[in-house]
């Protein structure tokens, strides 16, 4: 799904510079019981903090049991990410499910539980593309829209169905969102039909819209749950009361020929996605994308080595 405004980029200028990591298991964490000695995985992901400090978590533990990674974080949006997992040229990167279920899979009713989510993903990306979805993070980091604390206060904004009947309304007030979220299934088109109202939106980059929210000159702004900036900044979260949403809890999505040729990849990243909640996040996210404006390989590794998972940071 879709963070932090980070420009896309195409395959040929990763967040790694799309250099290869040679193995490096040095002891303690995973590569006490888990050994990738001998394999090669390119590792990608999408262009928003988020993203890449999962891809970065992504690298640092597979290094950590000693496969050889080609790094290109920052591969570029959803869809680019997607086709390069299709066509070869990622073997891997973190998806979320209900981006799979809504813009892969092409169903139009989410599912409301997440662990029953993750399940019917997992078992038809497996049949009908060869991906294999590993762990599923507590973490959902759906779409939402944020509003100044103060003003949602003042206005009696609480849920989407108060969105909708105050831009229905007439009343002045700027929605913005991002490019992505513009033209996506799970996103404003589907969120207009489901909840009853029309508006043209102001489309800004992904990071942008937090601030300009903040500075009021957009009402409504388009969040994602985990992102550490909503407490930051003071937004209150309308809530999604007819659940349109879908759960956006993530997953390491592998080629079946990349993860066939050592299944104990899932072993890696089973524990680690599954220590990811949303507080944990939110907090990450933060580090990057907050004052201390921290890079995600840092953050990552930090973090990684923190939980035990590897030996150093």
């Not at 049991?65 to 990167?93: H, I, P």
């Not at 007030?173 to 991002?178: L, R």
């Not at 800004?204 to 702004?221: K, M, N, P, S």
């Amino acid at each position: 799904m879709a963070l932090a405004g980070v420009a896309a980029v195409t395959l040929v200028a990763g967040c790694g510079g799309l250099e290869a990591s040679g193995p490096a298991a040095a002891g303690g964490g995973l590569a006490d019981t888990i050994s990738l000695e001998g394999q090669s995985y390119i590792l990608g992901g999408k262009d928003f903090d988020e993203q890449l400090i999962l891809c970065q978590v992504g690298v640092a533990a597979l290094e950590s049991v000693g496969a050889t990674v080609t790094d290109r974080c920052n591969t570029g949006g959803t869809q680019v990410a997607r086709d390069a997992l299709l066509s070869g040229g990622l073997d891997m990167y973190f998806e979320y499910n209900g981006t799979a279920w809504i813009t892969f899979l092409g169903e139009t009713t989410p599912v409301a539980d997440e662990q029953e989510q993750y399940e019917v993903v997992k078992e038809r990306d497996l049949a009908e593309n060869q991906i294999q979805w590993v762990g599923r993070s507590p973490f959902n980091n759906t779409y939402a829209f944020g509003v100044v604390e103060a003003k949602a206060e003042e206005l009696g904004l609480t849920t989407l169905s108060d969105m909708a009947a105050y831009i229905n309304s007439g009343q002045p007030g700027t929605t913005c969102i991002d490019t992505e979220y513009a033209s996506r299934d799970d996103g404003l088109p589907g969120l207009q039909e489901t909840y009853g109202f029309q508006v043209t939106p102001e489309i800004l980059q992904t990071g942008v819209v937090y601030q300009a929210t903040a500075d009021g000159d957009c009402l409504f702004g388009l969040v994602f749950t985990t992102d550490g900036r909503i407490a930051e900044l003071g937004f209150r979260v309308l809530e999604d009361d007819l659940k349109f949403h879908p759960n956006y809890n993530v997953s390491a999505t592998i080629r079946s020929d990349a993860y066939d040729r050592n299944p104990a990849i899932a072993q890696v990243f089973e524990p680690i996605i599954a220590a990811l909640d949303n507080e944990t996040m939110s907090r990450l996210n933060l580090q990057v994308s907050g004052d201390e404006a921290l890079a995600p390989r840092d953050v990552a590794r930090t973090w990684l080595a923190e939980e035990g998972f590897i030996g150093g940071a």
